[in-house]
Each structure stands twice: as structure tokens, then as C-alpha cells.
């Protein structure tokens, strides 16, 4: 089974349009046949995680207890919970199981991540090896990769774009399957 990493902010609430959408992503990732990967916790990690789980998927959560100390056990909606000693770590195993990544919106936390999967990408022409699909949801994020790709000179093309999780999704089904 395919896994797809999911990475978003962590505020979002039942009812918010933010949460609204991690549902929407989770939903059609489960419906599209893949596992579903997210940091474990609140926030879109939980909306994607019960939009899998609601659609019969199967969710992995990447959690760091001792990163977050009050957070002691990863949201309702995941199956299989992996546990992390560091961020570093956490981020890692969401990359190395993950056949593709899904970044929406967040902040700090999100854009680390971004990061991370970006370059995996980048250095995985050097080995001969294919990157990582990965594609960004939401105007911020074309924001940062225009920016980003332009002042570091590193190819933007290794993150595909788009305005909303459906086309995103149709990206990863036509990229990973």
C-alpha cells in the first residue's frame, strides 16, 4: 500500500474551512487506495487522519511525546502510531515512508517540513533515484516556493502547486499509482 505523508498546521478546529479541507484531503487520499501519514496529533494532522479513518483508510501518526510532553498519545482517528524522540526524527520517518507528500497550510512547523521534503527531493537525483512527489495546497505556499526557488536558486518544478486539495490529490493518484 502507498503511503501519503500529509503535513499542516496544528490549530485548526472542527468547523474551521481549514479543518474542513484536511477532512476533504484524508477522505479522498482513503477513497484513492493509499495510507495516510500525518504528525499524529490536532489541528489538520487530526482532520486528514478522520478523513482517512471515516473513508476505511488506514492512518499512520508520527508523534514526538517528548517533544510535546503534554500531548501523550497521538488523535482518535490513527491506527498505528509511530513514536519519535526528536522533531528531526519525526519528520524523517514521515518522509522515508511516505511515497509522496501533501503540504497544507500551516506555519513554522509546516514550512520545516516543506523544507525537509523539498530537499529529500532535490538530493534524490543524486543517488539516481526518483524524488518524491510533492505538492503544496494554498496561495501561501506558492508564495514560498516562488521566493524561496528564486533567492536559492534550486528548482521549483520538484514542488508542484495547486489551489485545492482535489487537484492536488488527482496529482498524487496520477504520480504514485
Known sequence: MSVVAVFGASAPTPGDRLYTTGVTCG????ENG???ATGGYGGLMEAVSRGAREAGGHV????APPVFPGRDQANEWVTEELRSASLTERIHEL??????AI??????????ELMVAWNLAFVARFGGSTPLPLVTVGERWNEVVDYLADILETDASLVVKFA???EAVAHIVASVT
Open 27 to 30: 477522505r479522498l487520499l482513503a
Open 34 to 36: 493509499f495510507d495516510v
Open 60 to 63: 499512520i501518526g508520527v508523534t
Open 95 to 100: 518522509t522515508d515512508i511516505a511515497d509522496a
Open 103 to 112: 503540504v497544507l497550510d500551516g506555519s513554522i512547523g509546516t514550512l520545516t
Open 164 to 166: 485545492d486539495v482535489e
